[in-house]
């Protein structure tokens, strides 16, 4: 299917999610930290990122806003899942040039759905 990069510094939900997308058959990498995941997403060129916000160093945010800067990763989408649930962080995702918004805890439906919108354009 996709090859997708998630991007948590939490080994919990990078397993949870790792496990749910391999069953659905995609190819992912993983990475712990906003700035692993900048260089596993210009070595790997995902699909799709599927990145967390509160990281500690380079928030998911930031990581987003270099991803949609850089050339080689420009047109990668980058899908925000996280604990953060209030519009304001929804709409600074976007701003940041994320394309989608999951809340945690991660419903498999709902993970399944983003990355089908996502990968069919």
């Known amino acids: 299917m996709a090859k997708v990069l998630i991007v948590d510094d939490s080994p919990t939900e990078i397993h949870v999610l790792k496990t749910l997308l391999e069953k659905n058959g995609h190819d992912v990498g993983t990475a712990s930290s906003g700035e692993e995941g900048i260089v596993v997403a210009k070595d ?56 989608d918004y999951i809340v945690k805890p991660v419903q498999e439906k709902a993970l399944v759905d983003a990355l089908t919108r996502v990968l069919q354009g």
């Open 44 to 99: 790997m060129l995902p699909d799709v990122v599927l990145m967390d916000v509160v990281m500690p160093g380079m928030n998911g945010f930031q990581a987003t806003r270099q991803l949609s800067q850089q050339a080689e990763t420009a047109n990668t989408p980058v899908i925000i899942v996280t604990t953060k649930d209030q519009e304001t962080d929804k709409v600074w995702a976007k701003r940041q040039g994320a394309v």
